[in-house]
């Protein structure tokens, strides 16, 4: 039972370039959740999607774009990193029903040079 | 907008010595307040959700209670392999399946 995994699990990247950060999940969960997590900020919510080719933004959804072909799948790209944007990034997942519960990745450490 | 402050930052307790972690929110409807554990280098791992005043769940040696405006998390007889960082998080009505969470609060059991 793989759950939700990450891909990569490190990342060092410079600035100006575009990358992908990958999030699948097994479960077959409706709703897929992208947060960067920093010191001093906690979890923030950058995109989120309740199904397959339905996004929308979160708290902090600038620098990135999401897409949702696949109901497992939900990659986060960053089409011109930023130092700012050197942070560790997780995905999660939940089933979509009222109250339900996110279940998080292990996440990707990402530094931007 | 929906707030979540947990306090304190950081704890650093002996083994055994029990204590709680703090979690104030300010939210309009609350469909769910949530705890994660999250331990170095890790993702968050789901611990409850409390839905209303007044109802409490435990799972060992952690009990989460729940009023109309914080949660408590209490921790008896700590071990050291409960030191970790614990994540609240509120789920408002009004905002779908999103959760805010607070900045957490570093727990470090000593042997």
């Known amino acids: 039972d793989a759950g939700i995994t990450q891909s990569p699990r490190y990342k060092i990247t410079e600035t100006g370039r575009q990358v992908t950060l990958m999030c699948h999940q097994t479960?077959?969960?409706?709703?897929m959740f992208w947060y960067r997590q920093d010191l001093g900020h906690g979890l923030r919510l950058i995109y989120y999607s309740a199904a397959a080719d339905i996004t929308d933004k979160g708290e902090v959804p600038d620098g990135y774009v999401v897409s949702r072909s696949k109901t497992e799948n939900f990659p986060l790209t960053l089409e011109s990193a930023t130092r700012s944007q050197t942070s560790v990034y997780f995905c999660?997942?939940?089933?979509?029903?009222?109250?339900?519960?996110?279940?998080f990745g292990p996440g990707t450490r990402l530094l931007v040079l | 907008e929906d707030q979540v402050t947990q306090s304190p930052e950081a704890l650093r307790l002996q083994e055994g010595e029990s204590s709680s972690l703090n979690c104030s929110y300010t939210?309009?409807?609350?469909?769910?307040l949530f705890w994660y554990r999250q331990d170095p280098g890790k993702g968050p791992e789901f611990l409850f959700t409390l839905y209303s005043a007044g109802e409490e769940k435990e799972k060992e040696r952690l009990k989460a209670t729940l009023t109309k405006k914080e949660s408590f998390l209490h921790i008896t007889a700590p071990k050291p392999e409960d030191s970790a960082t614990y994540l609240c998080a509120v789920q408002a009505w009004a905002a779908g399946n999103k959760l805010t969470f607070g900045g957490g609060t570093r727990v470090l059991v000593k042997p």
């Open positions: 999660a997942s939940s089933e979509g029903r009222a109250r339900e519960t996110q279940y």
């Open positions: 939210v309009s409807g609350l469909r769910g």
């Open positions: 479960w077959s969960h409706s709703y």
